[in-house]
């Protein structure tokens, strides 16, 4: 209540135009806090609040705002003014920002900016996107290894105001071959006359720029890190990646792992801002690919007519075993892709991961065919051999789906795809037609039809 009537106040005094009481009450408020009100306001107060703030703070906000607010602001300004704003973001920002606006755009931006942003802007965009190189900064405090204490902090007096952190520090070598890093606090600690090299930590865990970032978010998990350093082929120090970059990836990637379990082809945009048509475009693909595979399961019912005229009531249950089926593949498909995208779960895990499904199938199974004969026979009344193909049934699938959901995601795997696409809509197709398939040969064997 209280953050709502401090936002309410200054949103009066924007009315109001009492543009320099609105500046200084705006400095003592959170860069997120603001950003995210700017984004309820309407375009004409959103850019102009925008223009109030100080030059730093602007930045600042600037790269807490959603891509389309950053976006309408660019091009609301003039070149150089948008220019301004782009050198004084990140690198990393800058760059995501380019990534996102037209290209007549970006080229104004760029030859309006300072030659260091271009450079920065550049190196970055050259990497392949969602790799270690295309999320990193080049932002960082460099040491050199024969420094000592007292050189050290006064570089970082001079480079850290413009750096993304200060807390841990680079030490390289004439061609900026990583040789070590340092603690801010045990420079604090040392005396000013110890030498970098004595004080430095050699072993550093660095990360490769061409690194896949979901596997960079393994090793910030890994090892614990707030900050890791980018290294090239030739162990030269490119730029660090920070852990806030790392809670912007695990948000992508679970997002667009649902998505793919879903059976929808990814999206990089929020749902409310994305329009009919593109949704439309982004699942239709799946839904048509599954309607036809669907076909599968029509088809082994019709070569069956027979056998179910000859004994209907197999009919009402066929959905409780299908959906049964679809549910157990489901949840050992999950399972299995969350194993592999955690690193827990490896291509020459096959053989302990099928017996274990297996074991799983079978407690499963049999506890849900007990289940299911009880109730066939105490409150539906069917004959004893009907209820017995039904529940034989159950276990078959059960078992024939998680075996199925357990494989299809460490085979997508190994052959180079994605394992999230191999989950619950793709799975339950494959074990709805093996279900039926099971279920019709057991009734010929039991019921003789």
């Known amino acids: 209540m209280e953050e709502l009537n401090v936002f309410d106040e200054l949103l009066n005094l924007l009315e109001r135009k009492e543009y320099v009481k609105l500046r200084t009450n705006l400095s003592e408020l959170n860069d997120a806090d603001i950003a995210a009100w700017m984004e309820k306001l309407c375009e004409e107060h959103m850019l102009k609040l925008f223009r109030i703030l100080t030059k730093d703070q602007a930045a600042d906000v600037f790269s807490y705002l959603d891509s389309d607010i950053q976006q309408k602001i660019i091009k609301s300004m003039s070149d150089k003014e948008a220019a301004g704003i782009i050198n004084n973001l990140m690198a990393d920002d800058a760059a995501d920002l380019m990534e996102e606006m037209p290209a007549n755009i970006v080229k104004k931006i760029l030859a309006n900016a300072n030659a260091d942003t271009r450079r920065e802007i550049n190196q970055l965009l050259r990497y392949p996107e969602d790799s270690a190189g295309s999320i990193m900064t080049v932002e960082y405090v460099d040491l050199k290894e024969t420094s000592t204490v007292r050189e050290a902090i006064e570089r970082i007096r001079r480079v850290g105001v413009d750096s993304e952190t200060i807390d841990v520090c680079y030490v390289l070598d004439s061609e900026r071959h990583l040789l070590g890093t340092v603690a801010l606090r045990y420079l604090l600690l040392s005396k000013d006359d110890d030498v970098i090299s004595n004080i430095m930590h050699e072993n550093v865990i660095t990360l490769h720029t061409l690194m896949d970032q979901e596997e960079v978010a393994r090793q910030f998990k890994k090892y614990d890190f707030t900050t890791m350093p980018v290294v090239d082929n030739e162990n030269r120090l490119v730029g660090i990646i920070t852990v806030d970059d790392i809670v912007d990836i695990l948000e992508e990637e679970a997002t667009e ?8 082809v990814p999206s990089d945009r929020p749902y409310m801002k994305t329009g009919v048509l593109d949704t439309y475009k982004k699942r239709i693909p799946w839904l048509l690919l599954l309607m036809v595979s669907a076909t ?6 019709k070569s069956f007519e027979d056998a179910l005229s000859v004994c209907a009531v197999l009919i009402a249950y066929i959905p409780m075993l299908m959906d049964t089926g679809g549910n157990a593949g489901g949840q050992a498909s999950v399972t299995v892709i969350r194993g592999l995208s ?12 099928m017996w274990k499904e297996i074991r799983v199938a079978v407690f499963c199974g049999i506890t849900l065919a007990a289940a299911n004969l009880i109730k066939l026979m105490v409150f539906d009344r069917l004959d004893l051999a009907v209820a017995i193909t039904i529940c034989l049934t159950l276990i078959a699938a059960v078992l024939m789906a998680m075996l199925i959901g357990c494989m299809l ?3 997508a795997k190994r052959l180079g795809f994605d394992p999230a696409v191999m989950a619950s809509p793709f ?11 099971a279920y019709f040969r057991i009734a010929s064997m039991i019921l003789k039809i």
Do not use: C, N, Q
């Open 257 to 264: 792992d649902m998505e793919k379990m879903a059976a929808i």
């Open 296 to 301: 599968f399961t029509g088809a082994i019912i």
């Open 342 to 353: 955690l690193g827990e779960i490896a291509y020459k895990d096959v053989p302990r991961v």
């Open 427 to 437: 799975i339950t197709t494959i074990v709805d037609a093996l279900s039926l398939l």
């Open 409 to 411: 995601p460490i085979l």
